[in-house]
């Protein structure tokens, strides 16, 4: 196996360093990513709908959602959930040289308001907790909670849990 950076960025960055368990150990309970904005735009969702299959009228069909309650089309529940990886790359966890890291799944996930094109989103994320699972295997939970820029309600919060071998 070869080392690999949670998120997935490549290149070298002056900030990157190799953290032990102990270290991330440290950030427990602490958010630890405010990632950049991302402006949802109605090709985002029309991709998504493309790529699965869900075509539901209040996702493309922006005519005939501009007649209903929320006056536009909004963003698949499982689309803000895919841009978690995006946003969780912008993260100091990002830089963290380890063997191998992927999803592990989703524990509690709340959509709470509908994301619309022109919206602005951005992530913000919590180590919550941190379980050894073998030698140099661990299982992170990372709260995160999805911000609309100018609406006080998040579009969702998601318990992401994440494999990490060192």
């Not at 949802?40 to 998504?48: K, L």
């Not at 299959?53 to 996702?59: A, N």
Request: net charge positive.
């Amino acid at each position: 196996m070869s080392d690999e950076k949670i998120g997935g960025s490549g290149g070298s960055e002056p900030e990157e360093r190799t953290m032990k368990p102990r270290h991330l150990k440290k950030l427990l309970g602490q958010e630890f990513c405010l990632s950049d904005w991302l402006t949802m735009t109605q090709d985002r969702i029309n991709a998504f709908a493309d790529c699965t299959e869900d075509h539901q009228w209040i996702h493309v069909d922006a005519e005939r959602a501009a007649r209903s309650p929320l006056r536009s089309t909004i963003a698949h529940g499982f689309l803000l959930l895919s841009l978690l990886p995006h946003f969780l790359s912008q993260s100091p966890l990002a830089r963290i040289k380890v063997r191998m890291v992927f999803n592990y799944g989703l524990d509690r996930i709340r959509f709470i308001q509908p994301v619309k094109p022109g919206d602005r989103i951005r992530n913000r994320a919590v180590l919550k907790e941190i379980r050894r699972k073998g030698f140099r295997r661990w299982l992170v939970k990372i709260e995160n909670t999805l911000e609309i820029d100018g609406n006080p309600k998040p579009a969702l919060i998601a318990e992401l849990l994440v494999f990490v071998i060192f």
